[in-house]
């Protein structure tokens, strides 16, 4: 028992109970929670509660975010998971490395080209290891794609198309809180499609060089809506019964059966007196200074071309991706259910997808006949990619990983390239090129 990995978790929100979890119960003989640290005491005291009553542990160590270095000193993790609020994920994975700590970080890892290079310069002058999260690389869908592109299944790659797409469900939840502002998540580019183009820079084996984009913000915020003629009279949805009609209402203090689960009251609204942190802002609120719709186009070092697209305000989510090469093409179709993701427990998130989830992955030879990739079921939230990305983080001798899911550093800041591109090409009308924004090591 003693041989198990330290862990601490800074940024104890929704995302964090993936990884308590992990720790406390699937991967309990290989690792330990030592310690918590937040902006709010309340939902530290939600986690260390869960650890005692749940899981008959001891209560756990809790800091506040200006004794992080305490908590590093006195608690000695070996590692931290950094699950905080994504402006602030550069300060801890750089503080963590200076303190002898590797770091397993969340997605996005930063959102701007000034913090990836702090990071590299961190890096380089610790010499400590860090790991980002990317699990939609272990979803067992997007490894089908990956191997069969490795196979050289559609000859060498040429082309990508790839659109993804938001409900007015879980996309409209961007809009409610901190991810709705660009100083705080680098807006959809950045914070969502990190994922993406992480996803495409895995899948095509390359790096982004040029990126040109346009973006707007046309369905949320107070503008978009008052051109259509609608006018709000509140800020928030809970405690306004008037809101109730709004098919965007979402209060968060338990008082609508549909929105009752725990976390949303005990996570968030009851800490709002600690942390400020509003959960639940009208998604055509004047807080709004993201983008929701998303045209980007691509030229890679490997002269792979894409044209990209995100939208925010879609009726059903999911996305297309098509990749052609000089023998062939590969399509995937993925419709995911729709969830709502901090908040909701692994059940409700589970059985939201087992209601809707569709993935189908169709190859079309040049000359010959389609045929459709069988997709190994794997259960757990991100298409299964959750449960295999834990596995390949908490077990000691995770199971051997041909398809080299676990994305470094380089991957984290390669798959930023394109948004941070991305939102320079948008402010300035210009193409970008990447590598005037952060240079990445030769790999
Ligand atoms: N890989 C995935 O599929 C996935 C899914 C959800 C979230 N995430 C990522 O996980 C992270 C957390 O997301 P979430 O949904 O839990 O958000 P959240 O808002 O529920 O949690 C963020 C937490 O960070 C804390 N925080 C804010 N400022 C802080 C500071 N200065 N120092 C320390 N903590 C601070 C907040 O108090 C809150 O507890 C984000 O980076 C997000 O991108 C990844």
Not at 326 to 341: F, M, P, Q, T
């Amino acid at each position: 028992m003693n041989s198990r990995r330290r862990y601490a978790i800074v940024g104890t929100g929704g995302r964090s109970v993936m990884y308590f979890n992990a720790i406390l119960e699937a991967y309990r003989d290989h690792a330990q929670l030592v310690g918590l640290c937040d902006i709010s005491p309340t939902r530290m005291a939600w986690y260390s509660r869960l650890a005692v009553e749940h899981h008959h542990l001891s209560p756990v160590p809790r800091y506040i975010v200006g004794d992080f270095d305490n908590m590093v000193r006195e608690q000695k993790p070996d590692v931290v998971i950094v699950t905080s609020m994504d402006s602030t994920h550069h300060e801890y994975i750089i503080r963590a490395m200076e303190l002898g700590c590797d770091v397993i970080s969340e997605k996005p890892m930063t959102i701007d080209a000034a913090k990836i290079n702090a990071i590299f310069e961190a890096i380089s002058r610790t010499g400590r290891k860090l790991r980002v999260a990317f699990n939609y690389r272990y979803a067992p869908v997007a490894s089908a794609l990956r191997e069969l592109l490795a196979r050289g299944e559609i000859g060498r790659i040429l082309a990508v198309d790839f659109s993804w797409v938001l409900d007015t469900r879980h996309g409209a939840d961007y809009f409610r809180r901190w991810h709705a502002q660009k100083d705080k998540s680098g807006g959809l580019l950045v914070h969502k499609a990190t994922h993406h183009f992480d996803l495409v820079n895995w899948w095509i084996d390359s790096y982004p060089s040029t990126v040109f984009a346009m973006g707007d913000l046309k369905f949320y915020g107070r503008k978009a809506a008052e051109v259509r003629g609608e006018h709000y009279t509140y800020d928030r949805y809970t405690g306004h019964p008037e809101a109730q009609q709004d098919p965007f209402y979402f209060p968060v203090d338990g008082s609508s059966a549909e929105y009752a689960w725990a976390t949303l009251k005990e996570l968030y609204y009851d800490a709002e007196k600690d942390s400020g942190y509003i959960r639940d802002r009208n998604v055509f609120g004047d807080h709004v200074t993201i983008e929701d719709t998303m045209a980007v186009m691509v030229r890679y070092r490997n002269n792979v071309v894409m044209n990209y697209s995100l939208i925010a305000y879609c009726p059903w989510e999911g996305y297309r991706v098509a990749i052609t090469g000089n023998r062939g093409r590969a399509e995937l179709y993925v419709k995911h259910g729709s969830h709502i993701i901090a908040g909701q427990s692994d059940r409700e998130l589970a059985a939201a997808q087992d209601q809707g989830l569709v993935e189908q992955l169709r190859v079309f030879p040049m000359f010959g006949t389609p045929y459709d990739v069988k997709i190994p079921q794997v259960e757990g939230a991100h298409g299964g990619g959750d449960t295999l990305i834990l596995q390949n983080l908490f077990l000691p001798d995770p199971p051997p990983d041909p398809l080299c899911r676990a994305a470094s550093h380089i991957d984290g800041a390669a798959s930023l390239l394109v948004g941070i591109s991305a939102n320079e090409s948008i402010r300035a009308g210009m193409p970008v090129q990447c590598d005037r924004l952060v240079r990445l090591p030769c790999v």
